[in-house]
C-alpha cells in the first residue's frame, strides 16, 4: 500500500479511535462503579445519535445544542435506568445482566416505533478537508479527535479534582469499605451512569455527522465498546483509552488489507485470546 | 404424577396434526419443539453456573455440517444429523477449556464473541459456506420406511413435525437422565459453591466444559434438522436476537426446574401466532416480559403455583395468628 493511503487509513483510523473511547469510557465507567457489564450502552449510544437528529433535522437547531440536549437527555435516562432497573440488582451482577440484555430490545423497538426503521443523517457545521503532512483529513473527523480528547482530559480532572470523582474510584477499588466511610453509592452510582451514558450520546452524535443512522447501530458500538475495555483492561481509564487507540487503528487500516470480514475476524480472535490468556489486559488489574 | 402427565402430552402431541388447520400451524408447532430443546439444552449448561450466548452460533455450526456434508460429501441425512451434533459439540469441547476459566458475565461475552466469530468465518469462507448468502436448495431427509408399511418421504410439513416431535421427546430424555444422575448433582454442586466443590476434589473445570459440551451438542443436531426443514441456511440465521429469545424462553418459563424452559418456550413461541398485535411488536413484549419475570417472578411461570401457594400459606398464617 502507498504512503499516503496508509497515513489517510491511519487518520481515519483515529477517528474511529475518538468514538471508541467515547464509548468505552461510559461502559467502563458504569462497569467499575456498579459491577455489571451494561450491555444495553449501544442503545444509548443509539439514543444519543437519534437525539441530535431530532434537535438538528427534525427542529432545525443547531448541531451543537443537539449534541448538548442529547447528553443532558440521555444522561437522564441513564439516571433514571440506574435507579429503575440496575439499582435493585446491585450486587447480583446475572439479573442486571439479564435486565439489560432485556434494555437492548426495549430501547431499540421504541426507537423503531417512534423514528421508523430507515437510516437517517443529519448535517454536520463541519465541511472541507485540512491538509496535514501531505494527508488529507476531513474536518469532521478531526473534530471527533479533538472532542475526544477533550472529554478524557475533562473525566480525567473529574475524578481526580472532584469529590464524586475521587468517591467513583474509591468505590471501583472496595465498594463496602467505599460505603462504610460514608460514601454515598446510590449517588455515585447515579453520576457514574449519568457520565457513561453522557459520553455515548456524544459519540453517537460525531458517528450521526459521519454516516447515517438507524435503530439497530447500537450493536457495532457495543462489540468495538466491549473489546476495547477488555483489551485495555477493564475497570482502567487509561486501559480504555490505549484500547480504543490500538482498536480504532487496526479497524481504520486492517480492512484497507484484507476484506472486511478478515478484519473483523481477527479483531475477535484477537479480543477471545486476551479474555483467555491475559484478563487483566493491557491496563487492568488481577481480580 | 410426572411421568403420567408427560404420557399424555405427548400422546396429545401425536394426533396434534390431524387437528390442525393448515401447514402453517405445523410450522408454528414444529419451531416450538425445536425451541424447547434449545431452551432446555441452555438450562443444562446454566446449571453449572454459567450462561452461555452461544446457542445461535453453535446451530450455525450444525446447520452448515448437516448441510454440507449431505450435499458435498454425498452423506444420508440420517448420518449427517448426529454427526453434526458431534462436531458441534466437539468445538464446543474444544473451546470450553480456555472459556470457562473466564467466570460469570466474563464467561457469557467471550460466547458472544465466539457466535459473531462463527457468522464472520461463514461469511467468509465463500469456496465452502456461499458467504452472505448461505446454502439453499438443501434436500430433504432421506426417505426411509418404518416398520415395513410406513413410507416417509418428508414432502409435508407434518412428516417433519414427527420427526421434530421424535427429537424433541429423544433430548428432553436424555437431558432428563442426565440432570437426575450424579452428574446433575455434581453441576449443581458447582453452580451452588464452585470453590467448596472443588475444595471437596471435584474436577470443576471438567464438569463446566461438560455441561457446556453436551448443551451444545443439542442445538447443532436441532441446527441441522431446521436446515434441512427449510432448505437453507445464511450467516445470520441464528443471529443474537435468536439467542436472546432462548434465553428469555428459559428465564421467563423458569431455570430452576426441568420443565421451566419447556414452559416458556411453549408458551412464547405459540402465544404470538395466536395473537398478531403481539406479534407485530414481538420483541419489545418478549423483553418486557422477561423484566418483569426477574422483578416479580425470579423462579419463573413455572415456580408461580408454588409461590401462590407460600402467599396463601402465609396469609393463613397470618389469619390465624390473629
Keep these: 500500500m502507498e504512503t499516503t493511503a496508509l497515513a489517510q487509513s491511519v487518520l481515519n483510523g ?26 444495553a450502552h449501544g442503545e444509548i449510544y443509539m439514543i444519543g445519535a437519534y437525539s441530535v437528529y431530532y434537535v438538528v ?16 437527555f440521555v444522561g437522564g435516562l441513564g439516571v433514571l435506568l440506574e435507579r429503575l432497573c440496575f439499582r435493585p440488582f446491585r450486587g447480583r451482577a446475572d ?37 496535514l503532512l501531505g494527508v488529507a483529513i476531513s474536518w469532521k473527523r478531526l473534530v471527533i479527535v479533538l472532542v475526544g ?9 473529574f475524578i481526580k479534582l472532584t469529590r464524586t470523582g475521587q468517591a467513583m474510584l474509591a468505590i471501583s477499588q472496595e465498594r463496602e469499605g467505599a460505603a462504610l466511610q460514608g460514601m454515598n453509592i446510590d449517588r455515585v452510582s447515579a453520576t457514574a451512569m449519568f457520565l457513561g451514558c453522557g459520553l455515548a450520546a456524544v459519540a453517537g452524535g460525531f458517528i450521526g455527522s459521519l454516516f447515517s443512522i438507524s435503530p439497530t447501530m447500537g450493536s457495532f458500538a457495543l462489540m468495538k465498546g466491549i473489546a476495547v475495555i477488555i483489551l485495555g483492561g477493564l475497570g482502567s481509564i487509561p486501559g480504555a483509552v490505549v484500547g480504543g487507540l490500538i482498536l480504532g487503528l487496526v479497524d481504520g487500516v486492517l480492512p484497507a488489507l484484507t476484506t472486511t470480514h478478515i478484519a473483523g475476524l481477527v479483531g475477535f480472535a484477537a479480543i477471545i485470546m486476551i479474555l483467555i490468556f491475559r484478563p487483566q489486559g493491557i491496563g487492568g488489574h488481577e481480580g | ?73 454425498g452423506l444420508s441425512f440420517w448420518v449427517a444429523m448426529p454427526i453434526s451434533g458431534l462436531c458441534t459439540a466437539l468445538i464446543a469441547y474444544v473451546v470450553g477449556y480456555p ?3 473466564l467466570k460469570g458475565i466474563y464467561f457469557s461475552i467471550v460466547t458472544i464473541f465466539f457466535s459473531e466469530v462463527v457468522v464472520l468465518t461463514a461469511q467468509q469462507w465463500q469456496s465452502l459456506t456461499g458467504g452472505a448468502a448461505g446454502i439453499f436448495g438443501i434436500p430433504r431427509p432421506n426417505p426411509v420406511s418404518l416398520f415395513g408399511i410406513l413410507h416417509v418421504d418428508f414432502s409435508s410439513k407434518v412428516e417433519f413435525y414427527y420427526l421434530a416431535l421424535a427429537l424433541m421427546l429423544i433430548s428432553l430424555i436424555i437431558l432428563y437422565a442426565v440432570e437426575k444422575s450424579r452428574i446433575g448433582m455434581v453441576l449443581r454442586g458447582v453452580q ?29 443436531v436441532l441446527g441441522a434438522f431446521y436446515s434441512h426443514y427449510i432448505s437453507a441456511v445464511n450467516p445470520d440465521a441464528f443471529s443474537f436476537l435468536f439467542t436472546i429469545y432462548i434465553l428469555i424462553y428459559m428465564t421467563v418459563g423458569g431455570e430452576k426446574g426441568f420443565f421451566g424452559p419447556v414452559l416458556g418456550a411453549a408458551v412464547l413461541t405459540i402465544l404470538p401466532e395466536v395473537s398478531r398485535p403481539l406479534k407485530a411488536f414481538e420483541p419489545f413484549v418478549f423483553a418486557a416480559v422477561l423484566i418483569a419475570v426477574i422483578f416479580f417472578v425470579p423462579e419463573g411461570m413455572a415456580g408461580i403455583p408454588q409461590m401462590v401457594r407460600r402467599v396463601k400459606t402465609a396469609h393463613e398464617k397470618g389469619a390465624a395468628d390473629a
Design chain 2, 99 to 101: 472459556f470457562v476459566r
Design chain 2, 192 to 220: 451452588q459453591a464452585d470453590s467448596l466443590a472443588e475444595s471437596v476434589g471435584i474436577d470443576t473445570t471438567g464438569f463446566k466444559v461438560l455441561a457446556f459440551t453436551v448443551g451444545s451438542f443439542f442445538p447443532g
Design chain 1, 57 to 72: 433535522a427534525v427542529l432545525g437547531g443547531n448541531f451543537f445544542l443537539g449534541i448538548v440536549v442529547s447528553t443532558l
Design chain 1, 95 to 131: 439479573r442486571a445482566f439479564t435486565i439489560s440484555i432485556a434494555l437492548i430490545l426495549i430501547l431499540q423497538n421504541v426507537v423503531l416505533a417512534l423514528a421508523g426503521g430507515n437510516p437517517r443523517s443529519f448535517s454536520s457545521p463541519f465541511s472541507g478537508v485540512v491538509h
Design chain 2, 1 to 73: 404424577m410426572i411421568p403420567s402427565l408427560a404420557g399424555i402430552v405427548t400422546i396429545c402431541l401425536c394426533v396434534l396434526p390431524l387437528l390442525l388447520s393448515g401447514p402453517y400451524y405445523v410450522h408454528v408447532f414444529i419451531l416450538t419443539m425445536v425451541n424447547i430443546v434449545l431452551a432446555s439444552s441452555l438450562r443444562l449448561i446454566n446449571l453449572s453456573g454459567q450462561m452461555s450466548l452461544a446457542h445461535g452460533g453453535m446451530m450455525t455450526i450444525g446447520a452448515y455440517t448437516s448441510a454440507l456434508l449431505v450435499m458435498k460429501a
Design chain 1, 149 to 157: 480528547l477533550g472529554l478524557l482530559v475533562g473525566l480525567f480532572l
Design chain 1, 14 to 39: 483515529l477517528a474511529l479511535s475518538g468514538i471508541y473511547i467515547l464509548i468505552a469510557l461510559g461502559l467502563t465507567l458504569v462497569m467499575s462503579i456498579m459491577g455489571i457489564v451494561q450491555v
